[in-house]
């Protein structure tokens, strides 16, 4: 101790030991929290339809594949002299499926309703954010007459619910044909992602300072040769983090799926609840499909996580 | 390389006026530096040169073409910006090269290369054209975005403080490279600038620029001994030129309605007071190393001026004051001869 009282041993900015401690069983004891209900789904995926409703639950089991044939084919009950009359088993999933009396029929809707998913949330990502890219470069860059207003009304679409107008877009989609269709749902969700898309855009826009692009265009280029050589480039944070939020309410949409689309055009979130299984939900199947089903969003952010982070953080410090 | 005219041009932001009725003509090979404080319109003249600003009225011709209206790719210029002037996505060596690449240019690879090479080596940065542009000192930074200009051979070259975020021992050599340089190439510079040293020493020509109005053009020597007005004396000179007014110390016959006298260290001649002549007091000396300077009072008036390196005055001496031909000043602060 020195003779003022204050010690300085170590850094007053660098963490010391302990509070690095608890600081990391903090993010563990969360990351359990949150990972648990995944791990439960993917273990859930493996088990048999027995033992995944068994009370109380089990912790070991024998692992088995059978969510995940029925979850690809369609199956039917068939007599056991049909059975017995049938060639030998293909496959292990025909093996598992005949132990239950019945025989795969065909394969299930999952892989185009998968399909529709990657289609929809992708497509219209896209297109929220190459919207939301030029209109927020756009009003950071131009004299727009009522910028404040326009903007406002922008964000003004959020604010209710969107599933408050369900009825009147299900009228007019109805009206002019877009129940049911992909490009319909990919326009739903590119309408209600946009605002977001503009909002946050703007704000990594406008701390691209001007300076750049006007020294491109003195340099030779026109002025769209230089947001696409200089702006872009530099909102790649901004346009990657915009784009997995984005994509995260497109991917998950579940009410307006519903609602809107039945067959040819729906996505995997109305999709997973209706694999029924013989006397009772498929529960197997299910996980699965959810477990399948969390696969893209995963790899979509992990691809682009360095951005993410830096676009969560983005404006909490001044440079 | 070719000259530039700007005739009547005016430029307002909303309410304010930022240039107005701008007439200056910049000859081919000539280094002209605009003088002048914070917000006298100095960079917004460089803007309007370079197109990134329309005028409201007023013509500007480059190397004999109006170009009022056209867009800042056509107009042959290059633009060195005070600060963020480098792509921070790009290498050092793709900063460079980005001008050549540009659509209206079209350069071979090879041809690029060499150009890039060649100003790197003169702005002595070859060793770093790899590295991102973010990871480089400041005045290697500026070095890069002069370079960029450079790589060019434009009507002219503009630049905005381009040394003013650089310490005072960087900015001292780049201020010389860069005349040097401007000389080697017989490039056309319009220059920007609040300091008085690098418009002294790299000028051809000075224009002392108030409110966005021009108020003398003329050479570094004619602006610092012949200033048309209180202003333009003001802006050079180091110590800052002293303003008395008129009658506080005798200056035989002055010129008719002239109110202010103004003295610079060379206008004043200082004497230890023999008994009963003392006209000022010595209030202290600040020595600078290099400078001595020299604080008086005289009534209740406070002058600074340079004192003799050599010289044994201290605080608390009196001192006679005589002035040798100084500038004279009318009320509205006009020069009277």
Known sequence: MSATGITTAHSVVAPTGRTRAIAGAIVIVYALITMIPLLWIVVTSFKTPDD???????????????????????????????????????????????????????????????????????????????????????????????????????????????????????????????????????????????????????????????????????????????????????????????????????????????????????????????????????????????????????????????????????????? | MADVILSGVDKSFGPVRAVSDMSLAIADGEFLVLLGPTGAGKTTTLRLVAGLEPPDAGSIAIGGRDVTRIAPAERDVTFVFQQYSLYPHLSVYENLAFPLRSPTRRMPEAEIRKRVEEIAAMLRISQKLDNRATRLSGGEMQRVAIGRALVRRPAIYLMDEPLSSLDAKLRADLRLELKRIQQDLGATVLYVTHDQTEAMTMANRIGVISAGRLIQVGSPREIYTDPRNVYVATRLGQPAINLIPAGLIPAGSLPSGATTIGARTEHLRIARATNGAATAKVDWIEHLGDQNHLHLTVGNHKLVTLADPSSDLAGGDAVSLAFVNPLFFDTAGDRVR
């Open chain 1, 52 to 319: 995944s409703i068994a009370y109380p639950p089990k912790l070991l089991f024998t692992p088995s594949i059978e969510g995940y044939c029925n979850l690809f084919n369609t199956r039917t009950r068939q007599t056991p002299e049909y059975i017995a009359a049938l060639p030998p088993a293909t496959g292990q999933c025909d093996q598992l499926v005949r132990s239950r009396n019945m025989v795969i029929a065909g394969p299930s809707n999952v892989i185009p309703r998968f399909t529709n998913s990657i289609i929809i949330a992708f497509g219209s990502t896209f297109l929220a954010v190459a919207l939301g890219t030029l209109t927020a470069y756009g009003f950071s860059r131009f004299r727009v007459p009522f910028a404040n207003d326009l903007l406002f009304f922008i964000l003004s679409t959020r604010f209710m619910p969107p599933i408050a107008v369900a009825i009147p877009i299900y009228l007019m989609y109805r009206a002019i044909g877009l129940t049911d269709t992909k490009i319909g749902m990919i326009l739903l969700y590119t309408a209600v992602n946009v605002s977001l898309a503009v909002w946050l855009l703007k704000g990594f826009i406008d701390e691209i300072p001007r300076e750049y692009e006007e020294a491109a265009m003195i340099d030779g280029y026109s002025r769209l040769q230089a947001f696409r050589k200089v702006v872009l480039p530099q909102a790649a944070t901004g346009i990657a983090a915009t784009a997995i939020f984005c994509l995260i309410f497109a991917w998950n949409e579940y009410a307006f799926a519903v609602l809107l689309t039945s067959g040819e055009a729906q996505t995997m979130p109305p999709f997973i609840p209706f694999i029924i299984g013989e006397g009772g939900q498929d529960w197997p199947a299910v996980a699965a499909a959810t477990a399948l089903f969390l696969i893209p969003i995963l790899v979509f952010t992990i691809l682009l996580r360095k951005h993410l982070l830096r676009g969560i953080t983005f404006g909490a410090v001044r440079k």
